[in-house]
C-alpha cells in the first residue's frame, strides 16, 4: 500500500492544477469518467447494449467517438456538457472494433472485425469510404503528425501490426505477434507505439517503423489487455476490472489508478484544452 500511494503522489505532482484531467472508459454497456484529482466516478452513457472496444476523442469539436460491437454501428455524443449525455449514430459497420479521429482532416477512420475492411468517413459519417481490406481488424490508431495509421490483424494464431497511409496506401506489415492486439496507441512525439497483448498480459512498445521491440511491463492479468492510451509519459492501459498508469521516464512505474466491479474494455485520458 505504500509503494502504491507513493507511486501515486508522484503521478499526481505532475499534473497542471487548476485544469480537469479525466479518464473515460467503458465497461460492458457503459461509458463512464473518473476524475483523477477528485476520484469522482460518474456513468456518461448507460444501456449502450453492447461491448465498446474502442473510444476515441476529437479535441477541435468536442465529440466522444465510440463503437459498438453487437449493435454494428459508430456512435458520439458531445464531451464535456453541462446537459444530459445523448448519443448520436455517426454511422454502421459490421462488428466494429477500432475507431480513430483526424480533427486536421475532420475524418474518422474505424476497422470493421467482420469484414475486415477498415474505414474512412467525415465526423458526422457522411462520405464513408472502404480504403483497405485485411484480415480480421482489431486496433486502430493514428499518427498526425506524419499521416500515418496503424491497426492490429489476427487470424489463425498470427497476429500483425501494419502501417499504411492515411489514404489507404503503402501498407507494410511491421510487427509480428502470436497474440491477438486490441489496444494501440502512439506517442508521434517520441516516435513510439505501444501496444497490449492480449493473451500474454505484456505491455509492448517498438519505434513506429517496428524497430526495437521491448517488454515494457507485465500488467499480470492474461486474457484480460484490451484498451490502451498514451499521454506524454504516461501509458493508461485496461485490463481486466482496473485501469493501470505505467509511468515511462528514466524508470518505469506501474500504478493501479483506478477499479471497477465490471470488466473494463476500453480507455482514453481527457484534458482540457
Known sequence: MKCFLFGFMIYIYFIDKGHQH?????????????????????????????????????????????????????????????????????????????????PLSSHVYLTEYGTGKLYRCNLDGSNKINILKDDPLYALTLDLSHRLMYYSTYLTGDGKIKRARLNGTEKQTIIHSSHRIYGMSIDATENQLYWMEYTSSDLKSSNTNGDNEIKVVSTNAASTNIGIHVYGSNVYCATGTTILNVTITTTTIKNVIYSDPERIFSVIFYTEK
Open 22 to 102: 479525466k479518464i473515460i472508459f467503458s465497461t460492458n454497456g457503459k461509458i463512464k469518467e473518473t476524475d483523477l484529482i477528485t476520484g469522482k466516478v460518474a456513468d456518461l452513457l448507460t444501456n449502450l447494449q453492447s461491448v465498446i472496444h474502442s473510444i476515441d476523442y476529437d479535441y477541435k469539436y468536442e465529440y466522444v467517438y465510440f463503437t459498438r460491437f453487437e449493435q454494428n454501428d459508430i456512435l458520439r455524443f458531445r464531451y464535456p456538457s453541462e446537459q444530459p449525455y445523448i448519443s448520436e449514430t455517426v454511422t454502421m459497420a459490421d462488428k466494429p472494433v477500432g475507431v480513430a479521429v483526424d
